[in-house]
């Protein structure tokens, strides 16, 4: 039996992009609704926020949850190959919404799928492998049209008698960008999302983010990971020094917490000590002037 990462969407919007770049919040009450439907026995714990299109896919036992106006976005591991016919009616009937979308992504045997069901019905699905073809169901949709013409022939193909005309991860890109009108990249839109585990795992707050391979819908990885992997180089190095987080500046800060010698020896700290000193020595000059002002009257 195996595994792969699978990303649905549910959408209720012919925009699915405007509830995201509008800068709407994502519901964490409504994610926890979700989850306690997928899983009423168990104690969900939270893994924090951060933009699904820049952190690592989810693990085992994860489950990420974005919730917008029009549209839901879930991320999770299925344990089975990736056959989007095939899907689980769990799954597409988890949200009230007219279309479904799922993009799938086997990073061990290098299997990449997509589908859509408008009202319950499925009306396009497609996966595959460089070299073959796993399930082709319905008919081909204008965005397919120049893959299935040769126009984005593999790298490989000379080297691959079987080779498909296209990569069918580069198929799934634009079917990403045709229904949904952006890609999920480290470079894209940034969509924020809500992270769980339900594998009875204890809940804190996590201080670093989501790390290792960010395969979301085709294997690249994202801004989280290459920070981690860049940090991990510099801070081995001479200097001894590290990076400043590529999330300092926003929502998304999830660094060390700073040690308390590297506190007490910050410009802020230092300047509490000092004020905090000259308190002392004035506080200390009035109780002798006090004591030797009573010391006369005796």
Known sequence: MGHHVATFWYLGTDDPSAPIRSGHPSDPGFARRLLSRLYPTVTVASLGMFPLNRSASTGPGEVYVGSYPGLTVLQTQLEQPVLPSATDETWLRLVEAPTVLLFSHDPDDGVSGFARWESGRLVRSFAGADDRIVEDEGMPLPFERPYWAGEFPLDSAADTPLALPFAPS?????????????????????????????????????????????????????????????????????????????????????????????????????????????????????????????????
């Open 170 to 298: 580069s198929l799934l890109h634009a079917a990403h960008r045709a229904w949904l009108g952006f890609d999920l990249s480290p470079g894209g839109l940034d969509v924020p999302v809500h992270g769980f585990a339900t594998d009875g795992r204890r809940e804190v707050r996590q201080r670093t983010a989501p790390t290792g391979a960010a395969v979301h819908v085709v294997g690249s990885p994202g801004r989280a990971e290459l920070h981690a992997a860049t940090t991990r180089d510099v801070g081995s190095g001479a200097s001894g020094g590290s990076p400043s987080s590529p999330y300092a500046e926003d929502d998304y800060e999830r660094g060390p917490l700073v040690p308390a010698v590297a506190r007490a020896s910050s410009p802020v700290a230092g300047a509490v000590r000092r004020i905090a000193g000259i308190v002392g020595d004035t506080m200390r000059r009035a109780g002798g002037a006090m004591n030797r002002r009573l010391a006369n009257r005796r």
